[in-house]
């Protein structure tokens, strides 16, 4: 299985609302990203996990809190977040992170978030 | 500091054509490059990588892309385009910390 399945594929919430984001990978993958992504422009790393523990936190707002509960696993959690945050959001994973600057990241096909 | 750049927002194509899309890179040490295609409303998907050995790298797809340290250039090229080829395309260079930097991304349209 060389996929990273994310859900839900759409999400619209209010800025006073709580949701969650989920990425899952089953390729044996030690290294998982969170990017944000607005239209035609490159990701924006927000968040990094290596070996399930968190080694990289772009300065992202607290509205953002991510969680990596097994090494297949990863989560977004939202909350009352801002329209600007309107994006879509990608998960990816790779066999290193600190280790591994040689591997390549396998991306899922991402949530399209809007914040109303 | 590391970075990438890709010059052209957008490169056209005629379908059939040899297609190529520029990628120049800025690093200390080693670089590792990749590219990435993304098609609307998709994830991205790895086409290929340079991080050591022959300068011509092949990858998915009929990809190719040529390393040329002395230019600092990493482009990706097709001898023959598809109109479903059409994408965004991303360089990226990875830092020791496995994070990539990705440039700004070039639109490449194919066209029949």
């Known amino acids: 299985d060389t996929e990273v399945t994310q859900t839900p594929k759409h999400l619209v919430m209010g800025m006073t609302n709580k949701k969650s984001l989920k990425c899952e990978q089953h390729m044996g993958h030690r290294a998982m990203y969170w990017y944000k992504q607005k239209a035609k422009k490159p990701p924006e790393l927000m968040f990094v996990y290596s070996y399930e523990k968190l080694s990289i936190n772009e300065s992202v707002p607290s509205r953002f809190s991510p969680e990596c509960p097994n090494s297949s696993l990863l989560n977004l959690h939202l909350h009352a977040l801002q329209p600007e945050d309107s994006a879509l959001y990608l998960c990816a994973s790779s066999q290193g992170a600190t280790s591994g600057p040689s591997y390549e990241q396998f991306f899922g096909p991402g949530t399209r978030l809007t914040v109303t | 500091a590391q970075s990438v750049a890709q010059p052209e927002d957008q490169v056209n194509v005629a379908e059939g054509n040899p297609l190529t899309v520029k990628c120049t890179y800025s690093?200390?040490?080693?670089?590792?490059l990749f590219w990435y295609v993304q098609y609307p409303n998709r994830g991205l998907q790895f086409l290929l990588k340079y991080i050591t050995g022959d300068n011509l790298v092949k990858g998915s797809y009929g990809f190719e892309a040529e390393f040329n340290k002395s230019q600092t250039s990493f482009h990706l090229k097709k001898p023959s385009a598809l109109v479903s080829d059409s994408a965004l395309y991303f360089c990226a260079v990875s830092s020791n910390t496995g994070k990539l930097i990705f440039g700004q991304g070039t639109t490449l349209q194919v066209k029949p």
């Open positions: 690093v200390s040490g080693n670089p590792y």
